[in-house]
């Protein structure tokens, strides 16, 4: 078999693979307020619950900074550097705050769970091309026909899927405008997932008409 057909098959299992293995962001679920019909936000703030503080601002950062202009993002550590200040008890102040400084929505986003699983791909069979002449211009591009088969073995990984659940809350009332969760399929990195969701988070919210288009 000529060597560059050799590769063209190989080539074809390769990227089979690669398919696999690309990250894949999706919105498996989302709801909104259907009686809300009020203008874009003005001033939202961004709060992500993380176990890393360095995560939180990360995170925070990001989805601050991509809002439209119209749009004012402000990472909550900014306002309460000490993530354990934002809960229950301290619900009043915060709210009394919020309002005080313009606030009129709040974002929210965590990590639901992260879950893995064993995935097996079964053996592929390609049919590899015979070369029937050459093909050294456009013209001749092609002509070969298809004849020996390869195989390539199944084999095994693992995949993991990082559920993240977002939310959209009106300020001063606390009333949930809007919530999404998103499956995020094996990330090469927390960088890469991060721009996927963050991506995804600001694309809804403009659709929903929550800020600028």
Not at 17 to 33: F, K, P, Y
Not at 134 to 162: D, H, I, L, M
Not at 185 to 199: A, H
Request: glycine share 8%.
């Amino acid at each position: 078999m000529h060597f560059s057909l050799l590769c063209r098959a190989l080539f074809a299992a390769t990227f089979t693979v690669l398919l696999v293995a690309c990250t894949s962001t999706s919105v498996i679920s989302e709801w909104r307020d259907p009686a809300y019909h009020g203008p874009a936000l003005k001033k939202i703030l961004v709060y992500v619950a993380a176990n890393e503080d360095a995560a939180r601002r990360t995170v925070e950062d990001r989805l601050a900074l991509s809002f439209p202009k119209g749009t004012q993002g402000v990472p909550s550590y900014t306002l309460f550097p000490d993530a354990k200040e934002i809960n229950q008890q301290n619900e009043k102040a915060i709210a009394a705050r919020l309002q005080k400084e313009g606030f009129d929505g709040a974002l929210t986003a965590r990590l639901a769970s992260v879950d893995k699983e064993n995935v097996y791909m079964p053996p592929q069979t390609y049919l590899a091309p015979t070369m029937l002449g050459p093909y050294g211009s456009f013209y001749g591009y092609g002509r070969y026909a298809y004849g020996s088969v390869y195989t390539v073995p199944g084999y095994a990984y693992q995949e993991t899927k990082y559920m993240i659940e977002t939310i959209l809350y009106e300020i001063p009332g606390g009333k949930m405008l809007w919530t999404m969760t998103t499956e995020s399929v094996s990330p090469d990195s927390r960088q890469q997932l991060i721009k996927e969701v963050t991506g995804l988070i600001d694309g809804e919210l403009k659709k929903q008409g929550f800020i600028a288009g």
